[in-house]
Nanobody, 124 residues
């Protein structure tokens, strides 16, 4: 069973950047499709970005396309989310997740393991 730990969240002004990291232990990360989700207060958890096992394929929510970049370093068992041009509406708790299934799932229920989340707050 893989354990996921996110880091890199914080407070940033609108237009700024942050890079989130997700470190995995207890399993080999290259066995999993990885995803980032976020949940704002009072809202459902939503898909942000996903990346295939090899890193050769990615997919993004329309709201972050062109601003966020997901990547992975399987040798380091780590997945990243580079967030640029941040907006106040990006404020949320960001979660890293791992899916044993193939493809690029975008639904919460398709992911098997979750981290505890890291807070991102974007001020206007």
């Amino acid at each position: 069973q893989v354990q996921l730990v996110e880091s890199g969240g914080g407070l940033v002004q609108a237009g700024g950047s942050l890079r989130l990291s997700c470190a995995a232990s207890g399993g080999t990360l290259n066995r999993y499709t990885m995803g980032w989700f976020r949940q704002a207060p009072g809202k459902e958890r939503e898909f942000v970005a996903g990346i295939t096992r090899s890193g050769g394929g990615t997919t993004y929510a329309d709201s972050v396309k062109g601003r966020f970049t997901i990547s992975r370093d399987n040798a380091k068992n780590t997945v990243y989310l580079q967030m640029n041009s941040l907006k106040p509406e990006d404020t949320a708790v960001y979660y890293c997740a791992a899916a044993a299934s193939w493809g690029l799932p975008r639904k919460v229920g398709e992911y098997d393991y979750w981290g505890q989340g890291t807070q991102v707050t974007v001020s206007s």
